[in-house]
């Protein structure tokens, strides 16, 4: 969130973001669009997780699913259409009648208006069953790097061939910050971390256990949480030294911590 008046927490620019709107402020429009992208900066968060994948035609666009029909007015895969087809879809009125006419947005497109924004990403690559990761990596990640400074971008995925390849487009670590996704981490997690020269690993916030987080923020790892709605539960997690949640509407976690503020909110 910006350090503006109605949020009490200094998040940083050159360190770890504390609130990251996941998939825009999905919470408020619909998901991974630009409107989603607008949502989040009036609403006062600095930092957006969003999706990449590839069309058919390998342009790279912002959308979580295989398949469009749960977020769009689409049927099939995405791996079947093409940049002209997609831009055709509507991609908001499933969401709510304010958002009718919203399209799915390109990368191009919203490395534009992040940069306009002035705001941080967390680019998720997406790799859905049967799609290529270094492929997605190889094209998605050079305008990505040419587009956002490294203290305003953090690359993450499930998929370690993708972040592979990522770190083998950048291998110096502090011009490209890695994260490794899991939905909680394995007993051996530095193995992965060191071997990427990882910046973060983010992992699902119901699975944490005090020991692991203690052991991750110990070693200089920063620790990111997904995806958290209710910031009554995560204070602990505060506690624990976790850096940031990633958050369908981080704005209740900004109010919440003005009510109580934890410890490392007065940090
Ligand atoms: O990056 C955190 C979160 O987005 C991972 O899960 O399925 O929402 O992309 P998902
Ligand atoms: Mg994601």
Redesign the pocket.
């Known amino acids: 969130m910006s350090q503006s008046a109605s949020s009490p927490d200094a998040p940083s620019r050159n360190g770890a973001p504390r609130y990251i709107a ?2 825009g402020l999905s919470a408020q429009a619909p998901e991974n669009t630009l409107a989603a992208v607008r949502a989040a900066h009036a609403a006062g968060c600095d930092w957006v ?1 969003l ?1 990449v994948q590839l069309l058919g035609d390998a342009t790279p666009v912002l959308w ?1 699913d295989a398949g469009l029909k749960r977020c769009s007015d689409g049927r099939g895969k995405l791996l079947n259409l093409d940049a002209p087809r997609a831009a055709q879809l509507d991609v908001g009125a499933w969401f709510s009648e304010a958002f009718r006419g919203e399209r799915m947005a390109t990368l191009e497109q919203m490395l534009a208006l992040i940069v306009e924004l002035d705001m941080g990403l ?1 680019l ?1 690559l ?1 790799v859905c069953r049967g799609r290529n990761p270094i492929e997605l990596a190889r094209t998605a990640l050079p305008p990505v790097l040419e587009a956002l400074p490294p203290e305003r971008l953090i690359v ?1 995925s ?1 998929d370690r061939h993708a972040l592979t390849a990522a770190r083998a487009l950048e291998p110096d670590a502090d011009r490209l910050r890695l ?1 490794v ?1 899991d939905d909680k981490a394995p007993k051996l997690w530095w193995r992965e971390t060191e071997r990427l020269s990882a910046y973060s690993l ?1 992992l699902d916030w119901r699975k944490l256990k005090v020991k692991r987080a203690h052991e991750i923020v110990d070693e200089a790892v920063k620790l ?1 949480c ?2 958290a709605n209710d910031p009554g539960p995560f204070d602990k997690l505060w506690d624990w030294g976790v850096d940031g949640v ?1 958050s369908d509407d981080p704005t209740r976690f900004v109010v919440h911590a003005a009510r109580a503020p934890t410890a490392k909110d007065r940090e």
Do not use: M, Q, V
């Open positions: 996941h998939r997780e999706d979580h967390n998720e997406k993450s499930f994260g996704l983010h990111f997904y995806t990633i």
